[in-house]
């Protein structure tokens, strides 16, 4: 999977919120909000979302 070709145009506000709310929220320490909707980046919502699997030694 090449992320180069991923990146896109994107909002830049939305991105700065996100950053901004990631630090302190309440819930735990893997959210951040942005407009009204609760984000997770923890490593199993990453790994799933892109079909990451463990690797083995």
Partial sequence: ??????????????VEEFYANAL????D???STVRGKTIS?????IDT???FRPTEY
């Avoid at 090449?2 to 909002?11: E, G, L, R, V």
């Avoid at 302190?24 to 819930?27: F, P, S, V």
């Avoid at 980046?41 to 919502?45: C, T």
């Fill in 1 to 14: 999977m090449n992320f180069n070709y991923m990146i896109s145009d994107c909002n830049i506000s939305w």
């Fill in 24 to 27: 302190g929220y309440a819930l």
């Fill in 29 to 31: 320490d893997y959210t």
């Fill in 41 to 45: 980046y923890a490593l199993d919502v």
């Fill in 49 to 51: 979302t892109f079909g």
